[in-house]
């Protein structure tokens, strides 16, 4: 394994690591933003 290859590697895992953070944050945002519009729409009827 070279230092160019360890180097690549610790990067892509960078993005990926990046990429899931962020689709859990909107996963995260999405489920409370439902929850709250459900919350609001049965306070409403």
Not at 7 to 13: G, S
Not at 22 to 41: D, E, M, R, S
């Amino acid at each position: 394994m070279t230092i160019v290859g360890i180097i690549v590697l610790a990067l892509l895992a960078f993005l990926v690591l990046k990429v899931v953070v962020g689709v859990v944050k909107f996963a995260l945002l999405a489920v409370i933003v439902i929850a709250a519009v459900g919350f609001v729409a049965k306070k409403l009827r």
